[in-house]
């Protein structure tokens, strides 16, 4: 039994790696800040799942599936909130082309808070 929680430990590291490496080559390959966004953060947060379900199983003590948990936990509450303030943040920098967006609330938040993009005032 133990050989066989040692196999599906080093897939689930494997797999978590290979995660990784997608969410890696997509920050070198996706053109704008909002693509490479949403290529990085889906992969990133599952092949953290991945690896520390990888260890979990690899070590099985309760200590190493208490820090796995803990880390779980965190990724899953801090990735979508980082995704989203380096997002607005880029918005608000001006390094998002607006007319690719299809629906932009952001904008209408923005102006009615009285925030002025220098590229409307250029305008």
């Not at 690896?51 to 779980?72: D, M, N, Q």
């Not at 007319?99 to 305008?123: H, K, P």
């Amino acid at each position: 039994m133990s050989d066989f929680f040692d196999l599906l430990g080093a897939i689930f590291l494997l797999l978590g790696a290979g995660l990784c490496l997608a969410a890696a080559v997509t920050l070198l390959r996706f053109p704008d800040v909002l693509s490479k966004m949403h290529g990085i953060t889906k992969p990133q947060v599952l092949g953290v799942l991945c690896v520390t379900t990888g260890i979990a199983l690899s070590l099985r003590t309760w200590p190493t599936l208490a820090i796995c948990i803990v880390i779980v936990v965190l990724q899953l509450f801090t990735a979508p909130v980082a995704g989203t303030m380096v997002s607005r943040s880029a918005y608000r920098s001006g390094l998002v082309d607006r007319g690719t967006l299809v629906v932009d609330e952001l904008a209408e938040d923005l102006s009615g808070s009285g925030f002025i993009q220098s590229r409307d005032v250029e305008e």
